[in-house]
């Protein structure tokens, strides 16, 4: 990737989408240009490769059923861990334990790694799989909220084992190390 980006239409063709349902995700919020995002008229949005990501994840997620309200969470949930404040032990809520606050901050150190696409890691990609979880659970277990969940895997084989409780009616997974190769590619 040049320094400049992509434009819309270089995007579109890639993915082999239309120019105007990335223009749609752009003015529904889904998609924030992370190389240049003009105001005004006579100038072109410029897309990184890490918008490429998010442009395969929204496909992904409106494929499996999800209304683009809800992928725009969990768009938001992947930048607010991906590029946040970093997490550290006095930031975090004191109602977690201690070994869920080390989940949380190796989780999060994970995700950068995964985003940071400008500097391909692999080493790491060959040896870990992430995976974006998204149970939907019984609405009598917690108010009928979703949970979601980034799971970063050492590679160990072709199965991955995800352990289920009796309140998950179904689990929505998505590989993303899959779609990151993809990007990549590009």
């Known amino acids: ?18 120019p105007s349902t990335i223009e749609v995700y752009v003015k529904r919020g889904l998609l924030i240009p992370g190389v240049h995002n003009p105001k005004g008229k006579g100038t072109r949005r410029r897309f990184s490769k890490r918008n490429i990501l998010e442009i395969l994840i929204v496909q992904r997620l409106v494929k499996k059923g999800f209304s683009l309200e809800q992928v725009k969470d969990i768009l938001y949930f992947f930048r607010i861990m991906g590029s946040g404040p970093t997490m550290n032990e006095q930031n975090l809520p004191e109602v977690l334990t201690e070994s869920q606050k080390q989940e949380l901050i190796k989780n999060q150190e994970a995700l950068r790694r995964f ?41 160990q084989g072709e199965k991955v084992g995800i352990n289920l409780d009796e309140h998950t009616n179904s689990v929505f997974i998505i590989k993303l190390t899959d779609l990151r190769a993809h990007v990549m590619r590009m």
């Open 1 to 18: 990737m040049s320094s400049k980006g992509y434009i819309r239409k270089e995007v579109a063709e890639y993915l082999s989408i239309k």
């Open 115 to 155: 985003w940071d696409l400008d500097n391909w890691d692999d080493d790491w990609d060959e040896k870990n799989d992430a995976y974006l979880l998204i149970n939907d659970w019984d609405s009598h277990a917690n108010g009928g909220q979703d949970a979601m969940m980034i799971a970063f895997i050492p590679r």
